[in-house]
């Protein structure tokens, strides 16, 4: 039973008659192989990630697992092939979801000079340039009566450094929503993006990685934070995650770090400890999130 | 009884009838002013920072220090309007030195259409884009008799990523040449790129810093090694030295990391890491360069 998934947040959708990602009962997700070049390259990528012996396994849990390929009836109803993976979101109930593009370059050195024009434009529109990162869309879950606070994708291209400060708030908010402004609450912050498997931990455990790899350099590629904000609420685990999605235009690495996906990932976890720090506890010491407390010992 | 200085390595050089730097026997700098605002722009940034009372002083001493500004007989023989600094090399005998322009990207974000082509060309045409660096100069002592090993301009320029990496390996070998393009010793890794003084231990400092201070965006700066192989040959201390210099496109940082120095900066830390792993005991571990049997204790 082929379905349309529902907490996809950016990216291609599938609609009757047009390509999109589908999943299954069994916990996997359909990506359709895009025709040009992209296509290819994201599942050369895939295959290479996935028998590369040198990856840690604690990083590898930020990618979602690889199962191949397979030509199937495509969302269009015609035949197509797809990258078989696993469907990050199908253990969870209503999660919120943010997928951030990382880095102030989406192109990669050796793009075309019309590529790399369409590019730069974007992120320099974008807050790609001024931030490092930008927001790609988002998701997050208000009630079951009232669903989900979802902006439109136009009002989210357009997000300048501001709203973006505003939406990692609202995030991690009880009460988000268009109007709101100023003051989202943050009452979700310490048990989504604090503690020692929150999401800032997750970026921190990351960085370590980027910091020193010199295999892949991931252009254009996001970070996705999800939670289920109905176990936060009942003073449960939030079940925060980070997973590194879209995968269509990395390169070899060739003996340097991904200085450009390194900055933005340096610049997101600045932004996310400013949020801890305001309205929590916890503070990023050496690396590590830590209780405040724990540095008056 | 002003000179002109003979350990510059990039930039404008003075010359009869040119404008460029000039230093004293007090051991002061004397920068002209560039005539469009990028003058005025580096003059407002010594007086931001020399003022700045959120700069810790272990980071402070990375830049030099500003005494102000001063109309002054020029290296043209004209009046002309220079900035006053500290001369960074006037107690050094024969320094060693290499200047690194640091960043992807060289331009700041609300630079101006023209600007930005032309610095987007230099940043894809140089290793700034590939790296997050580039070498913009450097001479490195080889003999009272024989002088310095200085490569022309124009081959600095021309440098790829793999002649970058042979000429921070050059610049910490006993026998530098043009003609060698295999194996230089590194026979001063150690003492300057290594130890808890050395410009490793440095580097990370300053990386400690970019991590957090949302104060500054230095595009287009440079970080200046300077070292002296005469007492490094006696057994002494290289008397290793990272400062930052050219400060005419800083912007604000308004709350945000400088991410594109921030990723140069690692990137360069990580090619130094790799030369002192391969060529001796000292490694990078939890931001400290460590002598590798610390590991075993």
Redesign the interface.
Known sequence: MLKIPDHQVAGHEARVGKLGPLIDDSGRFYKPLQSDKRGSEEVAFYESFSSNTEIPEHIRRFFPIFYGTKVMKASTGAEHPHIVLQDIASSRINPSVMDIKIG??TWA?ESSEAYVAKC?RKD?ESTS????FRISGLRVYISDELGFYKPHRDAIRKAG?DDVKLLLRKFISSNPSAEMETDPDCSLASSVYGGPDGILAQLLELKAWF??Q?IYHFYACSILFMYEKGLALKGASSNAEVKLIDFAHVTEG????D??F???L??LI?FLS?ILKETTKFTVE??QVEPEESGLI
């Open positions: 102030a370059r050195p730069l320099r340039v001024p931030l490092g450094p910091e020193d010199t060739r003996g340097v770090i200085h450009n390194l900055g933005g340096c610049s600045r400013d050496n690396g």
